[in-house]
Structures are given as C-alpha cells and as structure tokens.
C-alpha cells in the first residue's frame, strides 16, 4: 500500500493499494491550517501495510508544503519505508488523460498563477511535463487549454508515485518546487554605532 500526502493547496491524504484502488482518503480545501489537521487526518488513513510514502512538492506555498512533506518524511522515517517525492501538478494531469497538451494551473497567490504544461503519458503511464512549472500573473493568456484546480487529489498523486515505484524512476529531488524566493532574508552587515 502506498500513503499520498498532499499540501500544495489544501490539505489531501490518501492510501491506494497494489492495483492503485483508494483504500483510504480524507482531505480538506482550506488553503490555511495544515498544521492543525494533518495529524488526524493521517491517524484517519494509516494502514499497517503501507510500504511507501508519497510526499506531494509542490508547487505551492512555502509554509504548506514544508508541513505536508516534513509530516510525510516523519511517517515514512517512523514506519522505515521509502518516500518518493513527485510534483503535485503531476496528480492532476494524471486524471485529465488528454493527448493533446494542456496547462494544469493552480493559484501561487500574489495575483499570480503556476502553470505546467503536460502532454499525454509515457510509457510507464506517467504525465509528460512538456513545459516546466513556471509562475504567470494571473489574467496571462496560456496557448494550451487550461485545466485550473483548487484542490488535488492524493488517491491520484499516490497513483502517480506508484507508476514511478514500479518503473523505478524519480520524478522529482528532495526539495519543494517553490516557484519564487523566501520573503525573508538574510541580515546585512550590522549598523555602525558612534560612542
């Protein structure tokens, strides 16, 4: 069985088994407050047979992803099973199965919109990123028909990382896909003080 954690947008965990069947799902859409219902709603899903961890990265918020991924490290460190990172758009284009190219769009805030284009799927069934995930301000025209998602399903991102288990790929590294830089930064030098 394979456990999916998803906080690119709002909060999605799911458990699909050997055949990629949802054995267990539970989500929310608020954009806010991961923190504050990750751990039920994992507790809500856990199965003892669950051999590897899919950790959804993005794109999505700073704070958000760094729960949903440090609470799918933890489960899969607790349990000593494999975590497999995939970028969260994948999900999506998995359950839109169009040939023709297509732009997966979800809000990055700010007024501004995260686009990847995909087209169809590869051999081993997994999306083809055409494009690389890109930000937009929102209102840009997008050549590509654009599927726009307020929320992604963990049952198809658990589906995506098991295609990739199977063909022994990597979809994505151990870093967040954050699209723009950190609001804070580091200090400069300290003002000098006359005595």
Same mark, same amino acid.
């Given at each position: 069985?394979?456990?999916?954690?998803?906080?690119?947008?709002?909060?999605?965990? $799911?458990?699909?088994?050997?055949?990629? #069947?949802?054995?267990?799902?539970?989500?929310?859409?608020?954009?806010?407050?991961?923190?504050?219902?990750?751990?039920? !709603?994992?507790?809500?899903? *856990?199965?003892?047979? %669950?051999?590897?961890?899919? *950790?959804?990265?993005?794109?999505?918020? /700073?704070?958000?992803?760094?729960? @949903?991924? *440090?609470?799918?490290?933890?489960?899969?460190?607790?349990?000593? %099973?494999?975590? !497999?990172?995939?970028?969260?758009?994948?999900?999506?284009?998995?359950?839109?199965?169009?040939? &023709?190219?297509?732009?997966?769009?979800?809000?990055?805030? #700010?007024?501004?919109?995260?686009?990847?284009? /995909? +087209?169809?799927?590869?051999?081993? @069934?997994?999306? +083809?990123? =055409?494009?690389?995930? =890109? !930000? &937009?301000? #929102?209102?840009?025209?997008? *050549?590509?028909?654009?599927?726009?998602?307020?929320?992604?399903? $963990?049952?198809?991102?658990?589906?995506?990382?098991?295609?990739? %288990?199977?063909?022994?790929? $990597?979809?994505?590294?151990?870093?967040?896909?954050?699209? #723009?830089?950190?609001?804070?930064? +580091?200090?400069?030098?300290?003002?000098?003080?006359?005595?």
């Amino acid at each position: 069985m394979i456990l999916a954690v998803d906080t690119s947008l709002g909060t999605a965990v $799911a458990v699909i088994d050997a055949d990629g #069947r949802a054995v267990a799902e539970a989500a929310t859409d608020d954009p806010l407050g991961h923190a504050e219902v990750i751990g039920d !709603l994992l507790a809500e899903v *856990a199965r003892p047979e %669950i051999t590897h961890v899919v *950790a959804g990265m993005g794109p999505g918020p /700073f704070t958000g992803l760094r729960i @949903g991924i *440090a609470a799918a490290r933890a489960f899969a460190l607790g349990r000593g %099973i494999p975590l !497999l990172p995939v970028p969260s758009h994948y999900a999506v284009a998995l359950e839109i199965e169009n040939e &023709e190219a297509f732009a997966v769009v979800t809000d990055a805030r #700010r007024r501004e919109i995260a686009v990847s284009v /995909f +087209q169809g799927t590869d051999a081993d @069934g997994i999306p +083809q990123l =055409r494009t690389p995930t =890109r !930000l &937009e301000k #929102r209102g840009t025209s997008i *050549a590509e028909p654009v599927h726009e998602v307020t929320a992604l399903s $963990a049952v198809a991102l658990a589906r995506v990382g098991a295609r990739a %288990i199977v063909a022994g790929r $990597a979809l994505a590294d151990a870093e967040p896909l954050y699209l #723009r830089s950190p609001d804070v930064v +580091q200090p400069g030098a300290p003002k000098r003080v006359s005595a």
